[in-house]
């Protein structure tokens, strides 16, 4: 009897079956990957409140200054050209990452990281220099929602780029193993996710703002 058992159970103990199954039961293959997009999906709902805050006070100027004498739309663009970019830095760094080269991984994700720090840099001086011309969060409730709007996609952009820090530690110390390229795929996904966001920002809140 002990051998048909062991038989069935292709030489395993039973604690040992017990284990396997228990690790195919809560750890999916793809359970990270789908946990991602289930984080992703409330993302989406974040910004989209933000965008509806947007809509409903984005004409509430209070007697202050409107987008139109506010917004520098070649400094925007050049923003949105910097993300944008970096967009294709990351699917670059992505196709290294198929191809098992670590070291152009790195690369790309180096190029990405600065075109993201750039980004973030020109963000800083827009918000500085609204807030020295007094056009800060608390003058009207359009600035209101457009300093939590835009400020929100910043502190996203952020945490990419401390994410990509990281990663980019990991690949050092570990090279391109499975879960290294399960996260870089992620950070992909969440990188590729705020340059759609930027565009909506950048026309619903920046080229429509400067419509009279």
Not at 11 to 18: F, H, I, Y
Not at 53 to 71: C, I, K, Q, S, W
């Amino acid at each position: 009897m002990s051998e048909i058992k062991a038989t069935m159970t292709g030489g395993l103990t039973p604690a040992e079956v017990t284990a396997r199954y228990m690790a195919r039961e809560h750890h999916p293959e793809q359970g990270t990957l789908l946990g991602f997009w289930l984080y992703l999906m409330s993302d989406c709902l974040l910004f989209a409140s933000l965008f509806a805050a947007y809509a409903v006070l984005g004409r509430n100027y209070a007697g202050g200054p409107t987008g139109a004498e506010l917004f520098e739309l070649p400094l925007i663009a050049l923003n949105t050209g910097f993300l944008l970019v970096s967009s294709i830095t990351f699917g670059m760094a992505m196709i290294s990452a198929q191809a098992k080269n670590v070291g152009k991984t790195k690369l790309w994700l180096v190029v990405t990281g600065l075109l993201g720090v750039a980004f973030l840099s020109l963000e800083i001086y827009e918000f500085q220099h609204l807030i020295h011309l007094g056009a800060g969060p608390q003058r009207s409730g359009f600035l209101t929602a457009f300093f939590s709007l835009v400020g929100t996609h910043g502190l996203h952009v952020l945490f990419g780029i401390v994410w990509l820090v990281t990663l980019f530690v990991q690949l050092s110390k570990h090279g391109m193993t499975p879960e290294n390229f399960r996260r870089l795929a992620c950070l992909s996904l969440f990188w590729h996710f705020l340059d759609l966001v930027w565009i909506f920002v950048f026309t619903f809140v920046y080229l429509m703002g400067v419509l009279p």
